[in-house]
Structure formats: structure tokens, C-alpha cells
């Protein structure tokens, strides 16, 4: 049997849908995986184990904490089996929080960085909700950093470490962003699709990550929407 010395788990379903018939697929994928691979590193031992949580997942605390989607529902629970493995069975996890990643090689076309450097790229008119939402975004090479400082960092097991620039911009400012990199003539339709129910709005905490990991993200909003607009420019121009 294979006994790596280091887990990293981001395989997951993801979307952000509200639809009812992403709950058994999202338990299965992101919920049911989890628990085997916590159950499995805890038997064959490791030196650490890195779940991958969400800034979809509400905040465990006294409060009632309502996921807000199947996925975020099932982040939160997955979470808390990290925990709880680490608390009664010495299981050497900790868990990223993820912020909004973005960047290249994105899979799914459909999140809004992909989504809408795409449409400007071929001339087409991006459709958006308000854009109102206020996200804390990621270049993925950030994401990859910190993964790696993780993964050593001494006295993190049983927590959660925020992965995010601790800023908030508008879904509505990276859109503009991008329209001006790549197409200023076209003029985005916001307000067009409708708003998804109980949108979450967080910020990623940079203190206790820099304490915890001596890391912080290095990669602005604006360079890093220039790279990946760049990257995909690239990609279309060789026909992938």
C-alpha cells in the first residue's frame, strides 16, 4: 500500500448551485472521499494531512451555523471530521480554507474569471447578476505557496488557516478589470441573471496566516488578471 509522507486533498465537486440535485453527488464526491481519506492516512500514517475547506462553509461557533449550498454543507462537515480525526485519533490534518482561486488552467468554464475573460476574448457579451458581491480573491500560484508552507509548518494540526488576500473587491470590479485588459467596447449585461440565495461574503484572515505559516499572498488582483487573460488569449490562439 502506497504510505506518502504528505496529503493533499483537493479533489472535489464544485458548485456553488442551490439545486437539490447536487446533494447526494456532493456528499458522495466531497463528504464520503473525505472520510475515507482521513481514514485511511490515519492507518497508514503520515506525517500530514491537508483537507481543503472553503470560504463557502459557514464559521463553527455558538451561533447556528446554516450552510449555504450542498457544497458548502458538505465542506462544513468534512471540516469538522478533520477535526475530529485529529482530536480522538492524533490524525496529523490540518485544513486550507480557501478564498476565491482564480487563474490559469481553471477546469470550469463556467466560474466568472474564466467565464467572462472568455466571452470578451471572442467578442461575446458576458451575462452577470449585479455584481455586487463583495469575494476575497486568490491567484492560484498563491494557493500552490501555501499548500507548500503548510505542509511543514510546525503546531497547525486540528485548525484552519485562512487562504485569501484579506481583501474585498466586487465581483463587478474584476469584471471591469478585465473588460479593460481585453475588450473596453463591450459593455457587460449585469443584473441579468439573478442573484443566488445566501451569497457569502468573508475575508480571509492574513494575520493568523502569516503567524501560523509565514506566508501571504504575493500576486495582486490586477497582475493577476493580466496573467491569466494572457494565459487564455494564448490558448484560444492555439486552437485548444
Known sequence: AARPDYVFH?????AGSRAIELVLPTFSANLTSTVNLLTAATEQGCERILLTGSLEEPDPGPDHAVPSSPYA???FAA?????MFHALYNTPVAILRLFMVYGPGQQDLRKLVPYVTLALL???TPELSSG???VDWIYVDDVAA???AAATAKGVEGGTIDLGSGRLDTVRTVV???VGLINPHIQPLFGSIAERALEQIRMADTESSLRLLGWRTQVSLRDGLVRTAE???EQLQRGA
Not at 483537493?10 to 464544485?14: D, G, K, Q, R
Not at 471540516?79 to 477535526?83: C, E, N
Request: glycine share 10%; proline share 0%; no cysteine.
Open 73 to 75: 454543507a458538505a465542506k
Open 79 to 83: 471540516s469538522a471530521y478533520g477535526r
Open 231 to 233: 494565459w487564455y488569449r
Open 146 to 148: 501555501g499548500y507548500l
Open 122 to 124: 471572442k467578442g461575446q
Open 176 to 178: 471591469e478589470e478585465l
Open 132 to 134: 455586487a458581491r463583495k
Open 10 to 14: 483537493l479533489a472535489s465537486h464544485v
